[in-house]
């Protein structure tokens, strides 16, 4: 993330790597009188920030009641993950055609960083590691615009889902998936690429829907019995 010389754009910055490394979760109130504290800056920049936050979908606000970072819900991943899916399996077939000795050797060192990072539950670090795979491939394709939007969709899908919600089934799946996908980026195999890039998003667009729906039988229930 670059930084500009202006306040707002340091508030703007550091509120998402507060969102990335789970300083501020999904469901959680925001006072911006807390945060400019923290950011040991006034009030407005951090308004300012969180203004072009609620324009991207990663903050709201509600009248009188300040702002919120907002749960990603059954109805919205089903729609970021469609986007998701057509803007991928394009990036991945463009890739493959592109694909040079460098750029599947810096892809080989980031699926081995994401390999790396396990443990009991699945974590936000494990997904931004897979953003930075996928985020890769898309620089690979050489469009830009899509590279672009393909970032907004990860910061609007990862940024507000609770990792932890995430089975971890998903981690060895997810490096066969990406191995497989590398191979067809080697061989500049567009058709082949296109279709696993199809079969991994669409897997990860079920596991994630799944927590989410789980999260939302167990809310019920809670609020069945009380």
Same mark, same amino acid.
């Given at each position: 993330?670059k930084?500009?010389?202006?306040?707002?754009?340091r508030?703007? &910055?550091? @509120?998402?790597?507060m969102?990335?490394?789970?300083? /501020?979760?999904a469901?959680?109130?925001?006072r911006?009188?807390?945060?400019?504290?923290?950011l040991?800056?006034?009030?407005?920049?951090?308004?300012?920030?969180?203004?072009?936050l609620?324009?991207?979908? =990663?903050?709201?606000?509600?009248?009188?009641?300040?702002?919120?970072?907002p749960?990603l819900? /059954?109805e919205?991943?089903?729609?970021?993950?469609e =986007?998701?899916?057509?803007?991928e399996?394009? =990036?991945?077939?463009?890739a493959?055609? +592109?694909?040079?000795?460098q750029s599947?050797?810096?892809l080989?060192?980031?699926?081995?960083?994401?390999? !790396?990072? +396990?443990?009991?539950?699945y974590c936000?670090e494990? /997904?931004?590691?897979?953003a930075?795979?996928?985020?890769?491939i898309a620089?690979m394709?050489? &469009?830009k615009?899509?590279?672009?939007?393909? +970032?907004?969709l990860?910061?609007? @899908?990862?940024l507000?889902?609770?990792p932890?919600?995430?089975s971890?089934?998903?981690? !060895?799946?997810?490096?066969?998936q990406h191995?497989e996908l590398?191979?067809?980026?080697?061989?500049?195999?567009?058709?082949?690429?296109?279709? @696993?890039?199809?079969?991994?998003?669409?897997?990860?667009?079920? +596991?994630?829907l799944?927590g @989410?729906?789980?999260m939302?039988?167990e809310?019920?229930?809670? &609020?069945?019995?009380?």
């Amino acid at each position: 993330m670059k930084h500009s010389g202006t306040l707002a754009e340091r508030a703007y &910055q550091q @509120i998402k790597l507060m969102l990335l490394h789970d300083e /501020l979760v999904a469901g959680q109130k925001l006072r911006y009188q807390d945060i400019a504290k923290k950011l040991s800056m006034s009030q407005t920049p951090v308004i300012l920030a969180l203004s072009r936050l609620e324009n991207e979908g =990663l903050v709201c606000s509600e009248a009188n009641k300040g702002y919120a970072v907002p749960e990603l819900d /059954l109805e919205e991943a089903r729609e970021l993950y469609e =986007l998701r899916l057509l803007v991928e399996v394009f =990036l991945a077939g463009k890739a493959a055609e +592109r694909a040079d000795e460098q750029s599947l050797a810096d892809l080989r060192e980031l699926l081995q960083t994401h390999r !790396s990072v +396990r443990g009991e539950v699945y974590c936000r670090e494990r /997904l931004w590691c897979d953003a930075r795979i996928h985020l890769a491939i898309a620089k690979m394709s050489g &469009q830009k615009n899509g590279a672009i939007y393909l +970032r907004q969709l990860f910061d609007r @899908i990862y940024l507000r889902y609770r990792p932890e919600r995430l089975s971890t089934e998903r981690l !060895s799946e997810a490096e066969e998936q990406h191995e497989e996908l590398f191979q067809a980026l080697a061989a500049n195999d567009a058709p082949a690429a296109g279709r @696993i890039m199809k079969e991994h998003v669409g897997m990860g667009q079920k +596991r994630m829907l799944k927590g @989410i729906e789980q999260m939302v039988q167990e809310r019920n229930r809670v &609020q069945l019995w009380a």
